[in-house]
């Protein structure tokens, strides 16, 4: 049982957490780890903030150890952090080895003459904990430059990444003959065309330049397309009233609805590809 005493001392900086609330005494650190569930409370990092705390080891090696923690979990609110991450996890306290147990020394003992053999000992002692703080300090960095990297993504624009995990389509027209609805899969990942229609009607796509589909299109039969990364697929349009190509024919509007889903998450629902286009815009270019 930790005393009152041990648990209401304060940590050696405020820190803030994205699902605790901010955390400022070792007593609140305890609570934090018994509200974070088994599977994170058993991780190695966390194992050695518990056992340094039933030590009850000094304030500065656990707060040093529960922000490490903190961060390896990616629960660090950096935007909350009163001074750079650089500078908070510059270097771990004095004597804390990197397994997290205090490197505590062996009881005094009655003085003797140095030799040889206790100069040796002493100098691949010091080198062992330098060495150590070095693995501490690297640890620590390449745990802020991991929260850094995601707090960078994550403070990406909302459009930046929606337009990008979306198919691009546009209308293709090559000739008299040959009128397409061009998807591309621009993502890295498989993309489900679930559904395209038209309002109004007077233009349809087909799934194919087959009679068949040309025929399935025509009487409103439904189809899907399985996109792999990179592909580019043409979906053949298909004008119902061929007057309204004619160069005085009045102007004809209509839409293309794309639904579709990413192959990783069919289940989430995707916003549709919307194309406003005339059917006069179908009309091939001049020679």
């Not at 304060?10 to 820190?15: A, F, N, V």
């Not at 966390?46 to 656990?62: H, I, N, P, Y």
């Not at 399935?216 to 592909?231: K, N, R, S």
Request: aromatic share 6%; hydrophobic share 35%.
């Amino acid at each position: 049982m930790l005393s009152p005493a041990y648990l209401s001392t304060k940590l050696t900086s405020p820190l803030p957490t994205k699902d605790g609330g901010t955390l400022r005494t070792i007593g609140e650190a305890c609570e934090y780890m018994a509200a974070i569930g088994k599977e994170r409370e058993l991780r190695p990092h966390w194992q050695q903030v518990r056992e340094l705390m039933l030590q009850e080891a000094d304030v500065a090696a656990v707060s040093w150890r529960v922000q490490l923690a903190v961060l390896k979990d990616a629960k660090l609110d950096v935007t909350a952090l009163s001074e750079p991450i650089e500078r908070w996890m510059d270097e771990p306290p004095p004597g804390l080895l990197s397994d997290g147990k205090l490197n505590v020394g062996e009881k005094s003992e009655p003085p003797t003459e140095p030799t040889e053999s206790n100069e040796r000992s002493d100098s691949d002692s010091k080198e062992e904990r330098h060495r150590q703080e070095e693995l501490q300090q690297a640890e620590a960095q390449r745990a802020a430059e991991e929260e850094r990297r995601r707090q960078k993504a994550e403070d990406k624009p909302f459009w930046d990444r929606f337009l990008a995990a979306r198919p691009v389509v546009s209308i293709a027209v090559e000739s008299k003959s040959h009128r397409f609805l061009r998807c591309k899969n621009v993502t890295k990942y498989d993309i489900m065309i679930k559904r395209i229609r038209s309002i109004p009607k007077t233009v349809v796509v087909a799934r194919d330049p087959s009679l068949i589909a040309f025929t399935d299109g025509l009487i409103g039969v439904p189809f899907t397309a399985l996109m792999p990364p990179d592909a580019t697929y043409d979906f053949p349009l298909i004008v119902r009233r061929g007057e309204l190509l004619d160069d005085n024919a009045p102007r004809s509007r209509f839409m293309i609805i794309v639904s579709w889903r990413s192959a990783r998450s069919i289940w989430m629902p995707r916003w549709p590809v919307f194309i406003w286009c005339s059917v006069q815009t179908l009309q091939p270019p001049e020679s």
